[in-house]
């Protein structure tokens, strides 16, 4: 599976932009789906994950409430929503996939893993 993330820029304090990870690969729609962040100096952190299907998300406790994970199976892409966005949310966002269709929050239990697109939340 090769990831594609893209959607970040420079935002606004409350502002909602869109994330999106476009897949290729026969094994995208069984695979489970994560989105991890990392701001400098800082190690990678967990924001959320969904399972192959849709029916399963969790989210980090900093986000809880503010983004929502979803897929297409179909488009063979995945999104991020993030809504009312802080400064601290500013960081590198990387979208990740599994081999496994299950969620996992552990970064070291992904095997692929896009580029990243950058975030920058101004106040």
């Known amino acids: 599976v090769q990831l594609q993330a893209s959607g970040g820029g420079l935002v606004r304090a409350g502002g909602s932009p869109r994330l999106s990870c476009a897949a290729s690969?026969?094994?995208?729609?069984?695979?489970?789906l994560g989105w991890f962040r990392q701001a400098p100096g800082k190690e990678r952190e967990f924001v959320a994950v969904i399972n192959w299907n849709g029916a399963s998300t969790y989210y980090g406790d900093s986000v809880k409430g503010r983004f929502i994970i979803s897929r297409d199976n179909v488009k063979n892409t995945g999104y991020l929503q993030m809504n009312n966005l802080k400064p601290e949310d500013t960081a590198l966002y990387y979208c990740?996939?599994?081999?496994?269709?299950?969620?996992?929050?552990?970064?070291?239990?992904?095997?692929?893993w896009g580029q990243g697109t950058q975030v920058t939340v101004s106040s």
């Open positions: 990740a996939a599994r081999t496994y269709s299950s969620p996992s929050t552990s970064t070291n239990t992904y095997a692929y």
């Open positions: 690969g026969r094994t995208f729609s069984s695979s489970a």
